[in-house]
Nanobody, 124 residues
Framework: QVQLVETGGGLVQAGGSLRLSCAAS????????MGWFRQAPGKEREFVAA????????IYADSAKGRFSISRDNAKNTLNLQMDSLRPEDTAVYYC?????????????????WGQGTQVTVSS
């Protein structure tokens, strides 16, 4: 069984930055792609960013391109999301996810491990 725990959420003003981290325990996820998703109140969970097993390939939602950066440290079994130039519309609960394969993908169905989420609130 894999446990994923997200940290780093909080309240920030528009234009500010936050760095989310996800720690995996129970089993290494170094053989899996990892991703970040988010869910705002009343909306469906949406893709933010993903990274391949090796870390070579990264993909981003259009809303995240140029502002967010995903990275991983397989030795430490951790995943990070650096978020800059935050906007009020980035407000959501952010979830870390472990993929079913080594390939970075953007659909929730491609992930079988999920954290509990961390709240990010961006004030205007």
């Amino acid at each position: 069984q894999v446990q994923l725990v997200e940290t780093g959420g909080g309240l920030v003003q528009a234009g500010g930055s936050l760095r989310l981290s996800c720690a995996a325990s129970g089993r290494t996820l170094s053989s899996s792609a990892m991703g970040w998703f988010r869910q705002a109140p009343g909306k469906e969970r949406e893709f933010v960013a993903a990274i391949s097993r090796s870390g070579v390939t990264t993909i981003y939602a259009d809303s995240a391109k140029g502002r967010f950066s995903i990275s991983r440290d397989n030795a430490k079994n951790t995943l990070n999301l650096q978020m800059d130039s935050l906007r009020p519309e980035d407000t959501a609960v952010y979830y870390c996810a472990g993929g079913r394969t080594a390939i970075a993908r953007s659909t929730p169905q491609d992930y079988n491990y999920w954290g509990q989420g961390t709240q990010v609130t961006v004030s205007s």
